[in-house]
């Protein structure tokens, strides 16, 4: 599908961002819950990125047509919207796990930026479809650094102690 307009393309910018904010928040509350205060403190800064890049699209935008999308974004409720499902995902995720749904749904941005710079006939959509994608990639990168940071929760004790 390609995308005809900047206001199409600022459509979905704006649902991407917000849904990165609003989950970076969420997972930052719940690691300072589990006394994770470092990790917490990443997906903060990770949200002050997100709200200022939303902001910024938002002053963009103001006054643009923008079309409403009919299948908004959601990085943990594919598949299964209820609360409970939500509340077992944040219960059993470890720093590692928040992560790296952050990193695939940042490599998910990217990949549907780049796909739309590639697909739309339109220059200026084409501009900057470029540009946001760049952004996403610099998150991508970021929070690669952090995993790479992160220890592994679970230590394989039968490997360690050679009874693997
Ligand atoms: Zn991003």
Do not use: C, N
């Given at each position: 599908?390609?995308?005809?307009?900047?206001?199409?393309?600022?459509?979905?910018a704006l649902a991407v961002e917000r849904e990165a904010a609003e989950r970076y928040v969420e997972f930052a509350q719940y690691l300072e819950d589990q006394g994770n205060y470092?990790?917490?403190?990443?997906?903060?800064?990770?949200?002050?990125?997100?709200?200022?890049?939303?902001?910024?699209?938002?002053?963009?935008?103001?006054?643009?047509?923008?079309?409403?999308?009919?299948?908004?974004?959601?990085?943990?409720?594919?598949?299964?919207?209820?609360?409970?499902a939500r509340e077992l995902v944040f219960r059993l995720m470890t720093q590692r796990d928040?992560?790296?749904?952050?990193?695939?749904?940042e490599k998910r941005a990217q990949a549907f930026f780049e796909r739309a710079a590639r697909t739309t006939k339109d220059a200026a959509v084409r501009?900057?479809?470029?540009?946001?994608?760049?952004e996403e990639a610099d998150h991508v990168a970021l929070i690669e650094r952090m995993l790479e940071r992160t220890p592994a929760a679970e230590v394989d004790w039968a490997a360690a102690f050679g009874e693997a």
């Open positions: 599908m390609a995308l005809a307009s900047t206001g199409e393309l600022y459509a979905h470092a990790v917490a403190a990443l997906f903060r800064m990770l949200a002050r990125l997100e709200a200022q890049h939303l902001d910024r699209l938002e002053r963009r935008s103001a006054g643009l047509e923008l079309p409403k999308l009919e299948s908004p974004y959601g990085w943990l409720s594919e598949g299964a919207p209820e609360t409970a928040a992560l790296a749904i952050a990193l695939a749904a501009a900057l479809a470029k540009d946001m994608a760049s």
